[in-house]
T-cell receptor
Framework: NAGVTQTPKFQVLKTGQSMTLQCAQD?????MSWYRQDPGMGLRLIHY???????DQGEVPNGYNVSRSTTEDFPLRLLSAAPSQTSVYFC????????????FGSGTRLTVV | AQTVTQSQPEMSVQEAETVTLSCTYD???????LFWYKQPPSRQMILVIR??????QNATENRFSVNFQKAAKSFSLKISDSQLGDAAMYFC????????????FGKGTKLTVNP
């Protein structure tokens, strides 16, 4: 009964470093998304996927890459970390996101120094 | 593009009292879905309530209910008999079925519950 699992929960990066935030779900959901949450900005969509092999950009995609090789996994890659990417990142999955909403992971707090 | 607006950055309520959080949205669609999510200090996003736009009846989940005004594009959340555990950020969200299936979120309202 894991739901959506995100790792790590906390991370500190130096400017210019790269890293991958992991996301896995065990509910056989087709739809998965990555959001970032910043104070006063709500949740903004970074990238999303409607199924294995299919991804698309959201509202704030610059500096991030995604891939969806399996239904279960949807990793988010930071190519060259910048202080502006300091944020809390959420992965979410859904059977039918627009109609039933998403199940969220517990988030990753990322600090870029 | 669809937008969701929460005009109250912060609200407070006394324990056992009732509070209403506001949400408005902009869309040209006629068939859509609306949600309220709760984010307590633990950071976990929890779905509180869901409304289908084609249903006139307002959704209710225990102490949580909505006032859905489709013509006015308004979707407020009413919390009755407020409890200390209701203290959290509350986010309003909009979704469409078919296509991208993504959700659009408002910026949130921070609710404080005073004992």
């Amino acid at each position: 009964n894991a739901g959506v699992t995100q790792t790590p929960k906390f991370q500190v990066l130096k400017t210019g470093q790269s890293m991958t935030l992991q996301c896995a779900q065990d509910m056989n959901h087709e739809y998965m998304s990555w959001y970032r949450q910043d104070p006063g900005m709500g949740l903004r969509l970074i990238h999303y996927s409607v199924g294995a092999g299919i991804t698309d950009q959201g509202e704030v995609p610059n500096g991030y890459n995604v891939s969806r090789s399996t239904t279960e996994d949807f990793p988010l890659r930071l190519l060259s970390a910048a202080p502006s990417q300091t944020s809390v990142y959420f992965c979410a999955s859904s059977y039918s996101g627009g109609a039933y909403g998403y199940t969220f992971g517990s988030g990753t707090r990322l600090t870029v120094v | 593009a669809q937008t969701v607006t929460q005009s109250q950055p912060e609200m407070s309520v006394q324990e056992a009292e009732t509070v209403t959080l506001s949400c408005t949205y902009d869309t040209s669609e006629s068939d859509y879905y609306l949600f309220w999510y709760k984010q307590p200090p633990s950071r976990q996003m929890i779905l509180v309530i869901r409304q289908e736009a084609y249903k006139q009846q307002n959704a209710t989940e225990n102490r949580f209910s909505v006032n859905f005004q489709k013509a006015a594009k308004s979707f407020s959340l009413k919390i009755s008999d407020s409890q200390l555990g209701d203290a959290a950020m509350y986010f309003c969200a909009y979704g469409l079925q078919g296509g991208s299936e993504k959700l659009v979120f408002g910026k949130g309202t921070k609710l404080t519950v005073n004992p």
